[in-house]
């Protein structure tokens, strides 16, 4: 059976990543955290820097990805967002992308990448907003980053799944992706 190496958890603001990756370093999973772009000083997400920061970005997972794969690590690890969330979030506030689709997905399955996209509806995303607002992105943002990850999701070669995390515990959802990640 296929067993990933890297799981790239992805989804739009409030929608619960980093509790559920919290989660799963509690199931033993080692955790890659990339937000390397949103933590880079650049605080407008209209920033045509940001897509130069993405690239570089991306590069330098993929070049991590090939060095576990040469050092035979083979227990899988987690990651905080990947390319897919400079992919959506540059069509949502106008950048030029300097990453594409099919080169990023050829790159992500050649390392054995599985995608997870979190999935909040509406109603909750917006309970969410307006319990911890986001001080880049509104919940009309978000609403419309879920939009796009989700075209993206649906076109995607890449081995993937999906989670709706409306009514559910970050606990029961990393129980969800850890099973995946022991097949």
């Given amino acids: 059976m296929y067993k990933p190496r890297v799981v790239i958890v992805e989804g739009t603001d409030r929608t619960g990543k980093s509790t ?5 370093v509690k199931l033993g999973y080692p955790r890659l955290h990339w937000d390397g772009v949103r933590n880079s000083g650049v605080k407008d997400l209209h920033d045509p820097a940001l897509a130069k920061l993405s690239k570089l970005s991306f590069e330098i997972q993929i070049a991590f990805f090939r060095l576990m794969k040469t050092m035979g690590v083979d227990s899988p690890f987690v990651m905080d967002r990947g390319p897919y969330s400079e992919l959506a979030y540059s069509k949502r506030f106008g950048r030029k992308c300097m990453l594409k689709r099919l080169k990023v997905e050829s790159a ?3 390392n054995d990448v599985v995608l997870v996209l979190l999935l909040c509806g ?3 995303l917006k309970r969410r907003f307006e319990r911890s607002p986001d001080m880049y992105v509104s919940y009309d943002d ?5 939009n796009i990850y989700w075209k993206l999701f649906k076109k995607s070669i890449l081995r993937k799944t999906y989670v709706f995390v409306d009514g559910k515990t ?3 959802i990393a129980a969800e992706i850890g099973g995946m990640l022991l097949c």
């Avoid at 559920?20 to 799963?24: G, M």
């Avoid at 978000?142 to 879920?146: E, F, G, K, L, T």
């Fill in 122 to 124: 509406e109603d909750e």
């Fill in 170 to 172: 970050p606990k029961f």
């Fill in 142 to 146: 978000a609403v419309a980053i879920q």
């Fill in 108 to 110: 992500l399955l050649a």
């Fill in 20 to 24: 559920i990756l919290n989660e799963l």
